[in-house]
């Protein structure tokens, strides 16, 4: 059971840092072929989380931290499903007898986890389940330590790490992508889709913007190449949206006018779209 509740100062702190979380560039690639693998088994994730209340990219995310997206494995640990899970928890699924589908032991996962009864699926309610799933061992007894089940690959993780069970080690660094920087990624390619009130769409509905950063228009031109300091100011005015999160690399391209659009109604001027 989760020790830590989700209070009104957690919900900010993890809202904060996913707002203000950064791919670090040498990782860039390796995120993006794990979105896109998640993204390809949509609806498989989608299959079991629609019965249960949970969506789809919350299994998906969990999926690649507990089992490396192998469907041969249990989403509770990895353990293959040829037999019932040998590591913590063990002995499940309880009923039914192995091989397992892959569903069946999903829907026993998070059922066990609790999910099934979870309502909060905002940013911070999704961030604070994750961090639930590993358990709150770095915030209790490390919080100098962000959890790197969270923020590796990020700019809020350097280093720090239980290598083993109750064996923190300060200069071990986790090789894992973090949970909370394939949401985000997830979010940057709109994979993961948001209402107006910035909290994730279950399906693939459509968010609104409500004002305007019109005043860039003269200044930024759509461009998949050009990289600007002006054009990296416009992507964190942008992100300031509710639903709208664009990676700050200066360059104004697709995914920058596609947000701008989200706000002004309209591409940056020079996008062929427009």
């Known amino acids: 059971m989760p020790t830590v509740k989700l209070t009104t100062g957690l919900k900010?702190?993890?809202q904060q840092l996913f707002d203000t979380c950064m791919i670090r560039p040498g990782r860039a690639q390796q995120v993006e072929t794990l979105v896109s693998r998640i993204a390809?088994?949509?609806?498989r994730y989608a299959t079991v989380g629609d019965g249960l209340g949970i969506p789809w990219y919350f299994i998906g995310v969990v999926h690649n931290m507990e089992a490396s997206l192998n469907f041969k494995t249990h989403l509770h640990n990895g353990?293959?499903?040829t037999a019932r899970t040998i590591q913590v928890p063990a002995g499940r699924p309880k009923t039914g007898a192995p091989p397992f589908s892959w569903e069946e032991s999903a829907a026993?996962?998070?059922r066990f986890e609790g999910l099934h009864q979870w309502t909060d699926w905002?940013?911070?309610g999704i961030l604070y389940k994750m961090e639930a799933y590993n358990g709150f061992g770095y915030r209790t007894g490390h919080p100098e330590v962000l959890s790197p089940y969270l923020w590796s690959f990020s700019n809020h993780y350097t280093r720090g790490k239980f290598v083993a069970d109750g064996a923190f080690s300060p200069d071990a660094v986790s090789?894992?992508?973090g949970a909370a920087i394939l949401l985000?990624?997830?979010a940057?390619?709109?994979t993961l889709k948001f209402d107006p009130a910035g909290v994730p769409l279950f399906g693939d509905e459509q968010s609104s913007g409500a004002t305007t950063v019109a005043q860039f228009e003269p200044f930024v031109k759509f461009s998949n190449t050009e990289k600007s300091d002006l054009a990296a100011e416009l992507q964190r005015a942008l992100n300031n949206f509710p639903g709208i999160f664009v990676k700050v690399d200066g360059i104004p391209g697709d995914k920058t006018s596609e947000a701008f659009k989200k706000v002004t109604g309209h591409f940056l001027m020079g996008d062929p779209r427009a």
């Open 12 to 14: 900010k702190e993890y």
């Open 122 to 124: 905002s940013i911070p």
């Open 188 to 190: 940057e390619t709109g």
């Open 108 to 110: 026993d996962a998070l």
């Open 79 to 81: 353990d293959p499903l």
């Open 40 to 43: 390809q088994n949509r609806s």
């Open 175 to 177: 090789q894992q992508c």
């Open 184 to 186: 985000r990624r997830m």
